[in-house]
């Protein structure tokens, strides 16, 4: 499913365009539309997930119909259990506010820092993204008002209890006009939470993810020790023997992804490419093809990663390694999903050795290496 179809405006379209956002993520596709539409939301999601940008698209579009803010009165409350975390929600929400015809402005207040020059940045804000010791230190200094807040949104909210916020947490919600839109994300759904959500959410949309560490256990990993020219012939047997019948394929560059195309289509294996050079429409026939079994293989670059999510997907190749350690579990997070089991297999130079040592470190899972010259 593309960005277009989930109902955001032609000045977000061409912003997500900018960022390099070719797909929505899981979390991105349902949150959109029950947010856009006012829906209470829980979403059981870790960071790396997409979250942030899954709410803050959806307030964005709906501020733009909202009457604009009175003097230190928010629209929209975002609490946070860390500055860090206040300052990175801050920057989506002014990525995303770029071009907007009416103007928005987002202000992060958290403590640690002189409370003045926060006091003065509350005039005229519309978000106010806050950890909730410093928001109710705001509100008793008569800096902000809290009784015009039309969505109030916890990110992060078992961390929040974890750090000892409920006492703040109930302060501030008692503050809220009774009719709001809530919205609800935790890595976790622990007892107090469903205390919480009880409490706070109505009728919610519930969305849940899977973190990527709980699917890797789902994945049985290999790797083969494979000269790069050896690579074509090693990858083609692999399908012939495993009896493919869909299987995902990374390769690094666009340039490469298209040969590898090439050779197996040569070889009588249905495959199709998909990466950034390709048009929307392009990628989305093509998703569609393989998720139905048209396709055996779908030769695919790391950003095309995200965007994938096919629930019964029996086989990921890596034809060659992925820079990052964290690109390398996206990839692999491919199969394995909903429950089913998965296989991710890995081709590596002698080149790429040492690197895979690196993100089976980083992953925090051995690997099992055959070299394929023994076979
Ligand atoms: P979050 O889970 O909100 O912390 O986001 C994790 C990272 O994913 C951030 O660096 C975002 O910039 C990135 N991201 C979010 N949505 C997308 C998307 N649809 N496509 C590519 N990257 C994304």
């Not at 032609?10 to 856009?36: C, E, G, M, Y």
């Not at 640690?112 to 928001?135: D, E, F, K, Y």
């Amino acid at each position: 499913m593309p960005f277009t179809s989930l109902g955001l405006s032609a000045v977000l379209l061409k912003t997500l365009a900018d960022q390099n956002f070719t797909d929505p993520t899981p979390i991105q596709q349902s949150a959109i539309p029950a947010i856009l539409n006012k829906k209470d939301v829980l979403g059981i999601a870790q960071t790396g997930s997409g979250k942030t940008a899954s709410y803050v698209l959806p307030l964005l579009m709906n501020l733009q119909q909202s009457s604009g803010p009175k003097n230190r009165h928010a629209n929209v409350l975002v609490l946070v259990p860390t500055r860090e975390l206040a300052e990175q929600v801050k920057g989506v929400f002014h990525t995303f506010s770029k071009g907007l015809p009416q103007p928005i402005k987002t202000l992060a207040v958290y403590g640690g820092v002189s409370i003045n020059p926060q006091m003065m940045g509350l005039q005229g804000v519309n978000i106010l993204v806050a950890t909730p010791g410093r928001l109710l230190e705001l509100v008793d200094n008569n800096a902000v008002h809290l009784n015009t807040i039309e969505t109030l949104v916890l990110d992060e909210a078992d961390k929040m209890l974890n750090l000892g916020f409920k006492e703040e947490l109930d302060k501030i919600i008692a503050l809220l006009p009774v009719k709001r839109q809530n919205i609800l994300f935790s890595a976790t759904l622990s007892n107090d939470l469903q205390n919480i959500n009880q409490i706070l959410l109505h009728d919610p949309v519930v969305i849940k993810i899977e973190a990527e560490e709980e699917s890797l256990d789902r994945i049985t990993q290999v790797a083969y020790i494979v000269s790069d020219e050896k690579k074509g012939p090693f990858l083609r047997q692999l399908i012939k023997e495993h009896r493919m019948k869909q299987v995902l394929i990374f390769a690094s560059s666009v340039h490469l992804v298209e040969a590898i195309v090439n050779k197996l289509r040569k070889n009588r294996i249905e495959a199709k490419p998909i990466h950034s050079k390709k048009s929307q429409g392009n990628r989305s026939d093509t998703l569609r093809l393989f998720k139905a079994g048209h396709v055996t293989a779908l030769v695919a670059t790391d950003l095309m990663a995200r965007g994938i999510d096919i629930d019964a997907l029996p086989y990921v190749i890596n034809y060659d390694l992925p820079r990052s350690p964290k690109d390398y579990v996206h990839r692999i997070g491919r199969t394995g999903r909903a429950g089913n089991d998965g296989n991710a297999i890995s081709l590596v130079s002698h080149g790429e050795l040492h690197h895979f040592e690196v993100i089976q470190k980083k992953m925090g899972k051995q690997v099992k290496l055959i070299d394929s010259e023994n076979l």
